[in-house]
């Protein structure tokens, strides 16, 4: 009889510690794309940051020379988050567009309560809140023709900038005028206190925004016209 040949058994293979294996690879790649992408955050973050810090120090710079520094930089921030930093020709384009849109939503309130105060009260009321109404009602023309005149600027010829830049500041002031005399005068007494109060702030802010045009529109042209060479007479 022949002897059987023993078969041969390989040793077992441990499962195990691949398994383990694989695990604390993997765990050390989640590791390390946790960390990549924790670190990519705070870069966007910090350089978001530090963008908005010098847009605002850039609008706070700007602003100095207005009588209303506070409201000249809630103007033009938004506008420098996202075109940049605007030119100076382009804030007091800026601040004159918010200047109009204010007045001429001012000027339809004012027209609804005219309308209410000619049914219910007495001519007297009506009177003064039609006094003051013309005198938005030229404001709201004024800065119209100054916004047109201000984009002209530059674009025919440096010998009609002082003519342009003449005709911006007459109109503004005399918008600035405007809205000063209807807010310091009588409403009369045909509308509530809350009505008074919503006219006379509403009014304050489209004054406060042709002062600071104003000032954006000096600082624009004063710059303009060194650069440019253009004496004044």
Same mark, same amino acid.
């Given at each position: 009889?022949?002897?059987?040949?023993?078969?041969?058994?390989?040793?077992?293979?441990?499962?195990?510690?691949?398994?383990?294996?694989?695990?604390?690879?993997?765990?050390?790649?989640?590791?390390?794309?946790?960390?990549?992408?924790?670190?990519?955050?705070?870069?966007?973050?910090?350089?978001?940051?530090?963008?908005?810090?010098?847009?605002?120090?850039?609008?706070?710079?700007?602003?100095?020379?207005?009588?209303?520094?506070?409201?000249?930089?809630?103007?033009?921030?938004?506008?420098?988050?996202?075109?940049?930093?605007?030119?100076?020709?382009?804030?007091?384009?800026?601040?004159?567009?918010?200047?109009?849109? &204010?007045?001429?939503?001012? &000027?339809?309130?004012?027209?609804?309560?005219?309308?209410?105060?000619?049914?219910?009260?007495?001519?007297?009321?009506?009177?003064?809140?039609?006094?003051?109404?013309?005198?938005?009602?030229?404001?709201?023309?004024?800065?119209?023709?100054?916004?047109?005149?201000?984009?002209?600027?530059? &674009?025919?010829?440096?010998?009609?900038?002082? @003519?342009?830049?003449?005709?911006?500041?007459? @109109?503004?002031?005399?918008?600035? #005028?405007?809205? #000063?005399?209807?807010?310091?005068?009588?409403?009369?007494?045909?509308?509530?206190?809350?009505?008074?109060?919503?006219?006379?702030?509403?009014?304050?802010?489209? &004054?406060?925004?042709?002062?600071?045009?104003?000032?954006?529109?000096?600082?624009?042209?004063?710059?303009?016209?060194?650069?440019?060479?253009?004496?004044?007479?």
């Amino acid at each position: 009889m022949h002897e059987t040949t023993p078969l041969y058994n390989p040793p077992p293979l441990h499962f195990s510690h691949i398994s383990k294996t694989n695990k604390n690879s993997h765990k050390m790649a989640q590791t390390l794309l946790s960390f990549i992408c924790v670190s990519f955050t705070i870069l966007v973050v910090s350089t978001v940051v530090e963008s908005r810090s010098r847009a605002r120090m850039y609008v706070d710079s700007q602003c100095k020379s207005t009588r209303y520094p506070d409201t000249c930089v809630q103007t033009l921030l938004p506008y420098v988050s996202k075109r940049g930093l605007p030119s100076p020709k382009l804030q007091a384009q800026i601040s004159l567009a918010t200047c109009l849109s &204010k007045a001429r939503f001012m &000027k339809t309130y004012m027209n609804m309560l005219a309308k209410n105060l000619n049914k219910t009260s007495n001519s007297g009321d009506y009177q003064a809140m039609e006094e003051c109404l013309q005198q938005i009602n030229d404001g709201v023309k004024q800065i119209t023709q100054s916004f047109k005149e201000l984009q002209q600027m530059g &674009k025919d010829g440096d010998e009609n900038f002082m @003519w342009h830049e003449s005709n911006v500041q007459t @109109w503004v002031s005399a918008a600035l #005028t405007d809205a #000063t005399t209807c807010v310091e005068g009588s409403l009369g007494n045909g509308i509530s206190d809350s009505e008074k109060a919503t006219i006379q702030a509403r009014i304050l802010k489209v &004054k406060q925004l042709a002062s600071n045009s104003l000032a954006l529109f000096t600082h624009f042209t004063t710059r303009y016209r060194a650069s440019h060479g253009i004496n004044v007479p």
